[in-house]
């Protein structure tokens, strides 16, 4: 134990990035912890990710709208990119037969956009990302832009009139979004 | 014993032992007269052996009770895709780690395998994994969606010191390659403690279904977390809230809420034997099964044979292992009259596999369908059949 102890401090002393925990017990050393092996700073392996590389994947959006391209989308213009590209699967009015799009107002329980999403900044990521399932990546921003609106609109969460941008998007308000809480369970003897 | 004899034939060492055996040297009644497989370059199973997954659209599951070990099988590891298994190139494979870093870094598959690399044998479950409401269910059917694996890969942690995390950094969206893109958010703080960037299984590369080459291996987490096709990283300060994580797999709780962020796996176990569609007979039976936690180690299995009155400690199979499927045997003799049989697990962190029960009166009306880990009782009838006690809660 003690010479594994003694190899492993030298091993430690000699690379640089665990000079400033020379002294410190191995199992406090967070990397040691980590890591089994005592690893250089980096292995410099893989090449640096140019602009283009990241633009070509980045498509991601924020709650509160970074990532949002330019353009702008409306509810009209929307309906019939909808009929369309989505009406085949998720109905006319968003009813179905797959996943429920649009509010229900028979069974207000029924998770859709209007009752279950807290962001709408995710409807424009998903459908952008995701959508039509049959061919996903295949819309325009600024159809993605008016799906959103004409999704937004069908579940009484904008004005018909209403113009989505960047800007307005993040600003939705989402009735569902109070309900959201994080799981704060650690284990334990409770049930929950 | 044609066939057989055809199938020796393929070899041309096996051909030229065999000119000049008649046909009819195979005797039907010897079994160590008739011709198997020739040496091949893969093996294959019996063909007395009948394993099969059981597929949805969407998702396929593990037989569980077929198992004997801790290990599934690749091709019987469940699957759950959101838009279908891409066919990814290896050498044009390729994984982008930007964001809150110092350096944003490409890295292709080659690259990732230059760095030390980890193993461990961990399960993986997908968080809607319960089905009930009918008695004929099979241990795959109520659960099929968990599988074990020893998974290699190199360390997140190792990626992380590469491209220099910021320390601002609390969240990382991880992206698949597949036609869905799909994405979840994970914490960092993952990331440096157990993640795994994983390019084999059971000691060969990813199956497609399981996200070759590459896939985010996050063990007792749930299993979407889990991305497969993994194709980019992105550091953050927040959550992304993407769709997989506020529509889905997120459950309802008491007082109308929402419980999103749900990364554990509650400890669960199940009985495998005697399941549906085992029949048994009175006398010695060796109760068999499966047990795990995605908070640590099993602590203890129990089994009850008279329908929850009483509860008995099972005998684990080592290894124990952190996170990890383990069996547990319990050995009983049954007298043949009718009675309920069923297992529990506590975890080292102490808690205990709740009953349907429990879990609703926790969860409240709305409870969802996810994380949903009740114990599972089967019914034992005097004729020997074994059926699944049904759960209802909707």
């Not at chain 1, 091993?11 to 000079?19: A, D, H, K, M």
């Not at chain 1, 020379?22 to 700073?41: F, K, M, N, Q, Y």
């Not at chain 1, 924020?62 to 109905?91: E, F, M, W």
């Not at chain 1, 009015?93 to 069974?107: I, T």
Request: proline letters at 8%.
């Amino acid at each position: 134990m003690r010479i594994s102890l003694l190899l492993l401090s030298g091993l430690i002393l000699s690379g640089t990035v665990f000079r400033q925990y020379a002294g410190t017990r191995p199992e406090r050393i967070p990397a040691l912890r980590a890591d089994s092996l005592v690893l250089p700073a980096r292995f410099c392996i893989g090449r640096p990710a140019t602009p283009a590389d990241i633009r070509a994947w980045d498509i991601d959006i924020k709650p509160d709208g970074t990532g949002l391209p330019a353009g702008s989308g409306n509810a009209v213009s929307g309906q019939a990119i909808y009929r369309a590209k989505c009406a085949a699967c998720h109905g006319l009015q968003g009813e179905g037969p797959q996943n429920r799009l649009v509010r229900n107002p028979q069974k207000p329980k029924e998770k859709t956009i209007g009752t279950y999403w807290p962001y709408a900044t995710t409807l424009f990521d998903y459908i952008r990302r995701s959508m039509p399932f049959n061919a996903p990546g295949s819309l325009s921003d600024q159809e993605v832009y008016h799906l959103t609106a004409f999704l937004l609109r069908a579940n009484g969460l904008i004005d018909s009139t209403a113009t989505l941008n960047a800007k307005s998007l993040p600003a939705v308000s989402m009735p569902a979004r109070p309900l959201f809480v994080p799981d704060d369970r650690t284990g334990g003897a409770v049930v929950k | 014993m044609a066939t057989a004899a055809v199938a020796i034939l393929k070899t041309s060492f096996a051909k030229a032992v065999q000119t000049g055996v008649p046909v009819s040297f195979f005797k039907v009644d010897d079994p160590a007269k008739v011709p198997g497989t020739p040496p091949g370059e893969i093996g294959t199973r019996s063909h007395f052996e009948k394993l099969i997954k059981k597929p949805s659209d969407i998702s396929s599951r593990s037989p569980l009770q077929d198992f004997h070990g801790i290990i599934t099988p690749s091709d019987l590891h469940f699957e759950r895709h959101h838009n279908g298994v891409p066919a990814i190139d290896p050498a044009t494979y390729k994984l982008v780690i930007h964001g809150m870093v110092e350096r944003p870094v490409v890295f292709t598959l080659a690259d990732l395998k230059r760095f030390p690399g980890v193993s461990r044998i961990a399960f993986l479950e997908c968080s809607g994994n319960f089905r009930s409401g009918k008695e004929e269910l099979s241990p795959q059917d109520i659960c099929g969606l968990t599988s074990q694996s020893e998974w290699t890969g190199v360390r997140l942690s190792t990626l992380f010191r590469e491209v220099g995390v910021r320390p601002g950094a609390s969240w990382f969206l991880a992206e698949g390659g597949d036609a869905a893109l799909m994405t979840r958010s994970i914490p960092v703080t993952k990331g440096w403690d157990d993640a795994i960037i994983a390019y084999a299984q059971n000691g060969e590369a990813l199956r497609p279904e399981q996200g070759y080459p590459v896939r985010l291996f996050l063990p007792g987490w749930e299993g979407n977390t889990n991305v497969k096709w993994l194709r980019r990283l992105e550091l953050g300060d927040s959550p992304w809230q993407t769709r997989e994580e506020t529509s889905k797999y997120t459950e309802g709780i008491r007082d109308g809420k929402i419980r999103q962020f749900s990364f554990d796996m509650d400890a669960r176990s199940i009985i495998t034997f005697p399941a549906f569609p085992a029949t048994v007979e009175r006398g010695w039976i060796e109760i068999k099964g499966l047990a795990w936690s995605g908070r640590g180690k099993v602590r203890k299995v129990e089994i009850s044979t008279n329908g929850g009155k009483t509860w008995a400690i099972a005998e684990l199979q080592e290894p124990v292992l952190d996170k990890a499927h383990v069996r547990f045997r319990y050995l009983w003799h049954w007298n043949g009259t009718e009675t309920v049989i069923s297992s529990r697990v506590t975890d080292d962190t102490g808690y205990t596999q709740p009953t349907m029960q429990q879990l609703l009166a926790a969860r409240g009306p709305e409870m969802g369908g996810y994380h949903l880990n009740p114990v599972t009782g089967w019914l034992l009838k005097p004729d020997g059949r074994v059926l699944h006690k049904p759960e209802s809660w909707r």
